[in-house]
């Protein structure tokens, strides 16, 4: 079976840093999509891809930077980290519209 | 910009008793919903999916939709305590499949 690892799964960061999140799936899935989830809460898209080398803005981009420079992984970076931020990065795949995404267990982010 | 919003915010039931939840979206036209479940720590998992007006059954879930009232919502017979989790709603616009959009999430206890 295939499997979504986001690493780190903690990161902790100070206020300022650039911190760079990764994501790997050997689903061999089209799709990635990173999303941003606050205390609990729904899920906001921050950046989409639907394929090698493509990057799709969504409603949370700003502040964030995204690279997918192969199929399998898609990276995501906070250009600068905001004092007191404490949220969930959920990485997930789909190997195409329509179809449900799958997720990773998420990196949870702290900064100081 | 697909827009989805989920009442209630929390949902406390005893166990054996109905759970319902509910999910809007702003554009009749979105192609496929889908209910995930999260617990804890973990990355959300898909549930059950919708495509056409109508209800779907699988198990003790039922989903009914109704595209015109631009309204959706999940019923959970016979809740158990394991069922105690956030329940999210996600819609793919028809404008653009591969995009993704959450709800608020919904936090249902069920008591033993």
């Known amino acids: 079976g295939g499997i979504i690892t986001q690493t780190p799964k903690f990161l902790i960061g100070q206020e300022g840093q650039k911190l760079t999140l990764k994501c790997q799936q050997n689903f061999n899935h089209d799709t990635m999509y990173w999303y941003r989830q606050d205390s609990g809460k729904g899920l906001r898209l921050i950046y989409y891809s639907i394929t090698e080398n493509d990057l799709q803005k969504g409603d949370l981009s700003e502040g964030y930077d995204a690279s997918r420079e192969k199929k399998s992984s898609f990276s995501l970076t906070v250009t600068s980290a905001q004092k007191n931020e404490m949220a969930v990065f959920l990485c997930a795949s789909s190997i195409f519209g329509n179809q449900a995404p799958l997720f990773g267990e998420g990196t949870r982010l702290s900064v100081l | 910009q697909e827009k989805v919003q989920q009442s209630p915010e929390s949902l406390i039931v005893p166990e054996g008793a109905m759970s319902s939840l509910n999910c809007t979206f702003s554009?009749?036209?979105?192609?496929s919903i889908w209910w995930y479940q999260q617990h804890p720590g973990k990355g959300p998992e898909a549930l059950i999916s919708i495509f056409s007006n109508g209800n779907k059954k699988e198990g003790r879930l039922t989903v009914y939709l109704n595209r015109a009232s631009l309204h959706v919502s999940l019923h959970i017979r016979d809740s158990q305590p394991s069922d105690s989790a956030v329940y999210l709603c996600a819609v793919s616009p028809s404008s653009n499949t591969n995009k993704v959009v959450f709800g608020t999430g919904t936090r249902l206890q069920v008591l033993p």
């Open positions: 554009n009749s036209a979105s192609q």
